[in-house]
């Protein structure tokens, strides 16, 4: 299990020790691997408690922050577990959760799965591609295709995951697990739901901070249009095209009202610098339609499996 921390320890405090209760049901079968990006090592003595206590913990503090992205990949290379449960430090587990997951492991082919979690009053599951041909987080319910996991809670086969060269570092974070779903989604990987409704907090490495709301707002608008350069067909980027600059200016507005607009703004000039290199024929092979793979029908390449 990797988890990657940033400013996180007043809510990783709450949930760590649901993680440790969790891990209790399963004796040896659950290993925490802890990545601290923060500028100070801030949990350190979370990790050595748990350890203390017989479970297998690994801790590094990574002051020159590897992003999301790039703390996944490193916590994935210093495990050598059959799996990788990528799990956001803000996310409580039951005690039974591990037991469940581990469960649904042993007796199904290795296959991508996507953990739903609780937030507020919805329940979200996933990656999708709404018809505006931006990636969202995905409702359980939804209409929409399920492409693959989304970050916050995911579970990989760990070979594939390396195989596949694991998360887009450069990305850093904010559609960094888009990329990967779309890789294995068009290498033929289809993901698969446990519903498990954790219940998960969200935005808590942000706090209030306009900065950092700042770097998110920009991050996420460069890695939608850098995405949108690797992977949408030509027809897609067509016909896309007049909807995205419609909602360019409606999206400058309302965030220009929370003091984000220009972080928006040069986010959407930065993906489109470097949009040319991004449509490099590296991509070609893994490149969608964004009707056709987001299609409600196509929701037939996902098998639901509701973890009881």
Not at 26 to 31: I, K, L, N, Q
Not at 72 to 78: E, I
Not at 178 to 201: C, F, K, P, W, Y
């Amino acid at each position: 299990m990797v988890t990657v921390l940033y400013n996180s320890r007043d809510v990783f405090m709450s949930t760590f020790r649901t993680w440790v209760e969790g891990a209790r049901e399963c004796t040896g079968d659950v290993e925490f691997v802890i990545i601290d990006n923060s500028l100070e090592p801030t949990c350190a003595d979370l990790a050595a408690d748990a350890a203390d206590s017989g479970l297998r913990v690994t801790y590094r503090h990574c002051p020159e922050n590897l992003g999301f992205a790039g703390g996944c990949n490193f916590g994935a290379s210093l495990t050598d577990s059959d799996f990788i449960f990528l799990l956001n430090p803000d996310v409580w587990v039951e005690n039974d959760t591990f037991r469940r997951l581990l469960e649904r492991l042993n007796r199904g082919e290795a296959s991508p799965l996507a953990v739903s979690l609780q937030v507020g009053d919805a329940v979200l599951c996933g990656i999708g591609i709404n018809r505006a041909g931006h990636f969202v987080d995905r409702k359980l319910d939804s209409s929409l295709a399920l492409i693959g996991p989304s970050g916050g809670a995911a579970v990989f086969p760990t070979d594939l995951y390396k195989r596949s060269d694991g998360l887009d570092a450069d990305l850093f974070a904010w559609g960094e697990d888009v990329d990967l779903a779309i890789r294995l989604h068009a290498g033929g990987h289809r993901t698969e739901v446990v519903d498990l409704r954790l219940r998960h907090l969200g935005g808590h490495s942000l706090g209030a901070d306009r900065r950092l709301s700042g770097r998110k707002v920009f991050l996420l608008a460069r890695n939608r249009v850098i995405l949108a350069a690797r992977y949408y067909s030509t027809t897609s980027l067509i016909l896309l095209s007049p909807v995205w600059l419609a909602l360019t200016v409606c999206l400058a507005i309302s965030k220009g009202r929370r003091r984000v607009g220009i972080a928006y703004l040069r986010g959407v000039a930065a993906g489109l610098a470097a949009f040319p290199a991004n449509r490099s024929t590296a991509y070609r092979s893994s490149r969608v339609g964004v009707w056709s793979v987001g299609r409600p029908r196509a929701r037939a390449v996902a098998t639901t499996v509701l973890a009881d």
